[in-house]
C-alpha cells in the first residue's frame, strides 16, 4: 500500500514560485510518480510524471513553467513552479501509477495552491 503526503503549497502571487513536495512510502519503485491539480468546477488535470529513471512527461499546457523531480533514496518526488499564474490555483495532488500484479493509481490529499 503506496501513501503518498504532499507539502509546500500556500499563497503567491502571480509571477512568484512555489515548489511542491511529496514524500511516498510503501514501496514506489515500480511506480511512475508524478502531480496533477483540480481547480474548483473543472476535472483533475494531469500535469507531469516521472519514473525511477528520471524520464519526464509535461502537459503542453504548462509552457516548460513547472519542473518535475524525484529522489529515489529519499523515495520524494517534487514540482518545483515558476512564474504562477491565477489560473494555477487548484488543489495539486501527488500521485503513483504502479505497476505489479494489477496497475493502480495511489493519490495523496492534495495541497491548496493560489496565486492572486
Known amino acids: 500500500q503506496v501513501q503518498l503526503v504532499e507539502s509546500g503549497g500556500g499563497s503567491v502571487q502571480a509571477g512568484g514560485s512555489l515548489k511542491l513536495s511529496c514524500a511516498a512510502s510503501?514501496?514506489?519503485?515500480?511506480?511512475?510518480l508524478g502531480w496533477s491539480r483540480q481547480a474548483g468546477g473543472k476535472e483533475r488535470e494531469l500535469l507531469s510524471t516521472?519514473?525511477?529513471?528520471?524520464?519526464?512527461t509535461y502537459s503542453s499546457s504548462l509552457k516548460g513553467r513547472f519542473h518535475v523531480s524525484r529522489d529515489n533514496s529519499k523515495a520524494k518526488v517534487y514540482l518545483q513552479m515558476n512564474n504562477l499564474q491565477a489560473d494555477d490555483t487548484a488543489v495539486y495532488y501527488c500521485?503513483?501509477?504502479?505497476?505489479?500484479?494489477?496497475?493502480?493509481?495511489?493519490w495523496g490529499e492534495g495541497t491548496q495552491v493560489t496565486v492572486s
Open positions: 500521485r503513483a501509477d504502479c505497476l505489479g500484479g494489477s496497475p493502480i493509481t495511489y
Open positions: 516521472i519514473n525511477r529513471f528520471g524520464a519526464t
Open positions: 510503501g514501496g514506489i519503485e515500480d511506480c511512475v
